[in-house]
């Protein structure tokens, strides 16, 4: 059997410290992905793509496992966040403005019929409400810059602001794509000040 991987301790989008601002280039992967909008304290929509969701990874966990002898620790849950004003986020915290997209992400080895045999495993016993909405995308982001965020994520709105107004166009980039975050911290459990959150911003030249 072979070692079991931690994408968070083998892949460099993985890894950020608080108060560092750094450019990294993140291959383009594959994700199980829910899309949804508003605000996710209050929408319903938001914990049953969660719900939805993490059966699906599991179940290609132990396919991996099992199939093709390669174990996995399910990768942390990531988010994509967009509004028509981006200031939305930085500013006025409105959620209710915001879109997003729930992701997990898929190991490169896992094949897109394993996907479809996951899902189908995932909805034979009292399937989740939004397990249909569950699908495969690919997201190649590039060249990004991203920190570590500690602590609640209605503190985020500064450290963003940092990165959107001051670092970036600062190294002569522009905001390319979606808020990207990835959430270290189990946000279902842990307390708003100890969650460790990635905050990403894919980038261009200006």
Known sequence: MAAKIDFKKTL???RAKPGEFRVVDVPEMDYLVVDGHGDPNTSPGFAQALEALYPVAYKLKFASKLE???DYVVPPLEGLWWAADMDSFTVSRDKSRWDWRMMLMVPDWIE?????VALQKAGAKNPPPRLGDVHLRSLAEGLCVQTLHVGSFDDEGPVLERMHHEFIPGRGFRLEGKHHEIYLSDFRKASPEKMRTILRQPVTAA
Request: aromatic share 10%.
């Open 112 to 116: 897109r019929d394993m996907v479809g």
């Open 12 to 14: 460099e989008g993985y």
């Open 68 to 70: 093709l002898d390669r």
